[in-house]
């Protein structure tokens, strides 16, 4: 019974930073790669950041240079470190994870950038 829960999303003012967190229960689930995604009203949900097993990370574009993903494997728990908010970072942040070929979601956090 593999679970995903986001955490730490919330309202900050544009220039602010977050660390959301993505932690996998149970204790013992290690995953292949996690991926962030976000979805913003009326958009289509949007890949964010990767993070594999072996450590490799990779970001879109938008997000490069302001977003870290990181892991803490004594945790269970993927985090992203969002830097230098902007206005269009607003949404809903998902965490996804592969393990053995099957895929799991969380229940999103919310981030909301004020101006």
């Known amino acids: 019974q593999v679970q995903l829960v986001e955490s730490g999303g919330g309202l900050v003012q544009a220039g602010g930073f977050l660390r959301l967190s993505c932690a996998a229960s149970?204790?013992?689930?290690?995953?292949?790669?996690i991926r962030w995604y976000r979805q913003a009203p009326g958009k289509q949900r949007e890949w964010v950041a990767t993070?594999?097993?072996?450590?490799?990370?990779n970001y879109v574009d938008s997000v490069k240079g302001r977003f870290t993903i990181s892991r803490d494997d004594a945790k269970n728990t993927v985090y992203l470190q969002i830097n230098s908010l902007k206005s269009e970072d607003t949404a809903v942040y998902y965490c996804n994870a592969l393990q053995g070929g099957f895929t799991y979601w969380g229940q999103g956090t919310q981030v909301t950038v004020s101006s």
């Open positions: 149970p204790s013992t689930f290690r995953f292949n790669a």
């Open positions: 993070i594999t097993d072996t450590g490799s990370t």
